[in-house]
């Protein structure tokens, strides 16, 4: 089965300082992450995803993602973080991929992101 | 355009009480998804439908959770009756369903419930 790991919890970085959130994935097929963000009290939100081709995508709000085969991993980077960005974040894979099965989203446990000032 | 709506947002009820929760999806999308969130972790799916149809209710507690979809629209998830483990967010997502793989799924705020 496949599943995602988010091996930080918690992390707090300065305001302008550059954020990295990891993101490593099990999964036998090529798989279409996800990063989306929880702020309180909010629904998730879409930043960004990949499906093929360029392993470097951009989302939105500034964020960018590398997709790295070998590694298994999908992390989420920022170059310089606002205050605003203090929230929740997810990696997810979706299961079963273009096969015409279901669109089964797994999430990752989450690594909430706190901004200093 | 709208998002996905959800309602109530905050719901607290007494142990073995039944709950209900409403979800509209984003209009035109015909996959509708009711997902857990347990404090502290990512959301898991519970149930997915595909118009009215619901083609994964694999883990969904059918002893006590049960939803419809019956004009393959709006959707209703109820609890009956709801224990005290129940306590969490309950999260809707709407697609539009027509490629399985790249389908990106959009959510609503949640409904947060608490069950004393």
């Known amino acids: 089965a496949q599943s995602v790991t988010q091996p930080d919890i918690h992390i707090t970085v300065s305001e302008g300082a550059s954020l990295e959130l990891r993101c490593n994935y099990s999964y036998g097929a090529t798989p279409y992450l996800f990063w989306y963000v929880q702020s309180p009290g909010q629904g998730l939100q879409l930043l960004l995803k990949?499906?093929?081709?360029?392993?470097l995508v951009q989302g939105i709000k500034g964020f960018e993602a590398e997709f790295k085969r070998s590694q298994s991993s999908f992390n989420l980077r920022k170059p310089s973080v606002h205050w605003s960005d203090a929230a929740e974040y997810f990696c997810a894979v979706v299961e079963g991929g273009n096969t015409g099965t279901a669109s089964k989203l797994t999430f990752g446990t989450g690594t909430r992101l706190q901004v200093t000032l | 355009e709208a998002g996905v709506v959800q309602s109530p947002r905050y719901k607290i009820i007494e142990k073995k009480q039944p709950v209900a929760f409403w979800c509209n999806p984003i209009s035109g999308h015909n996959t509708l998804y009711w997902y857990l969130q347990n404090l502290g972790q990512g959301p898991e799916l519970l149930i997915r439908y595909e118009n009215e149809e619901a083609v994964d209710d694999s883990q969904l507690p059918k002893d006590r959770f049960s939803a419809e979809r019956l004009k393959g629209v709006d959707s209703t998830l109820k609890i009956q009756p709801a224990e005290l483990g129940d306590s969490a967010v309950y999260l809707c997502?709407?697609?539009?369903?027509?490629?399985?793989?790249?389908?990106?799924?959009?959510f609503g705020p949640g409904t947060r419930l608490t069950v004393l």
């Open positions: 997502a709407s697609s539009l369903g027509r490629d399985r793989g790249t389908d990106t799924q959009y």
């Open positions: 990949y499906f093929s081709g360029d392993t």
